[in-house]
C-alpha cells in the first residue's frame, strides 16, 4: 500500500481501523481493503475495494468511510474509489486482522 505523505497516510488508516466490515467482524485497514490513500492539494483519496464485488454492504462501507474521514479532516475533500484490481483475497488479511479472526 501507498501512503503520501506518510504522516497523513498513518493518521488516515489509523482513523479506518474504525470501519468494521459488518459481515466479517474486523475493521477494513486489517482486513487489507485499503489499498492506497493519497492526499492531492486538498483532496483526501481512498482506493478501496471490498471483499466481493457484490457485497451487500458496499454502501455501508463507503458511507462508513466518508464520515470518518471528513470529520477527522474537515479541512479536506474526502474521495473514496472502489477498486476491484487486485481483486482482494483472504491473504491480504495482516497478521492483526488474522488474529482478530480466531
Given at each position: 500500500?501507498?501512503t503520501?505523505?506518510?504522516?497523513?497516510?498513518?493518521?488516515?488508516?489509523?482513523?479506518?481501523?474504525?470501519?468494521?466490515?459488518?459481515?466479517?467482524?474486523?475493521?477494513i485497514?486489517?482486513?487489507?481493503?485499503?489499498?492506497?490513500?493519497?492526499?492531492?492539494?486538498?483532496?483526501?483519496?481512498?482506493?478501496?475495494?471490498?471483499?466481493?464485488?457484490?457485497?451487500?454492504?458496499?454502501?455501508?462501507?463507503?458511507?462508513?468511510?466518508?464520515?470518518?474521514?471528513?470529520?477527522?479532516?474537515p479541512?479536506?475533500?474526502?474521495?473514496?474509489n472502489?477498486?476491484?484490481?487486485?481483486?482482494?483475497?483472504?491473504?491480504?488479511?495482516?497478521?492483526?486482522g488474522?488474529?482478530?479472526?480466531?
Amino acid at each position: 500500500m501507498q501512503t503520501h505523505p506518510p504522516d497523513t497516510g498513518q493518521l488516515v488508516l489509523e482513523a479506518l481501523r474504525q470501519v468494521i466490515d459488518p459481515e466479517i467482524g474486523i475493521n477494513i485497514v486489517d482486513l487489507g481493503l485499503v489499498y492506497q490513500v493519497s492526499l492531492d492539494q486538498e483532496v483526501l483519496g481512498v482506493d478501496l475495494t471490498l471483499t466481493t464485488p457484490g457485497c451487500p454492504m458496499s454502501s455501508t462501507i463507503i458511507t462508513a468511510v466518508e464520515h470518518i474521514l471528513a470529520r477527522r479532516f474537515p479541512e479536506l475533500t474526502v474521495q473514496v474509489n472502489l477498486v476491484w484490481s487486485p481483486m482482494w483475497t483472504p491473504d491480504m488479511i495482516t497478521d492483526e486482522g488474522r488474529r482478530q479472526l480466531r
